[in-house]
């Protein structure tokens, strides 16, 4: 089993930063893909920021410019680096892994963290 466990969020005023983490615990060979989604009140999860195990980053284009996602493969954690909050950036923050089990393990197992929550109000 795996676990996936999120912090850094919290409120911030319009214009502010917040660093989110993500660790991954428990059994596993290594984590492949790992990401950050978003879901906003009333509207479906929508994906923020992706890294793969090799450094390649996709990004949705409404946070292009202002967000960085990274990782540090030793230790098992996504970051997302978040500047020039808008109010519209209000969401639970969610992360999802890829975890290989073992060698041979192609496609791997997709975990979610429980999410965390950022406020971008005054």
């Known amino acids: 089993q795996v676990q996936l466990v999120e912090s850094g969020g919290g409120l911030v005023q319009p214009g502010g930063s917040l660093r989110l983490s993500c660790a991954a615990s428990?059994?596993?060979?290594?984590?492949?893909?790992m990401g950050w989604y978003r879901q906003a009140p009333g509207k479906q999860r929508e994906l923020v920021a992706t890294?793969?195990?090799?450094?390649?980053?996709k990004y949705a284009d409404s946070v292009k410019g202002r967000f960085t996602i990274s990782r540090d493969n030793a230790k098992n954690t996504v970051y997302l680096q978040m500047n020039s909050l808008k109010p519209e950036d209000t969401a639970v923050y969610y992360c999802?892994?890829?975890?290989?089990?073992?060698?041979?393990?192609?496609?791997?197992?997709?975990?979610w963290g429980r999410g965390t929550q950022v406020t971008v109000s005054l």
């Open positions: 999802k892994g890829v975890a290989i089990a073992a060698v041979g393990d192609y496609y791997g197992t997709i975990y």
């Open positions: 428990g059994s596993f060979f290594s984590i492949n893909n």
């Open positions: 890294i793969s195990s090799i450094g390649s980053t």
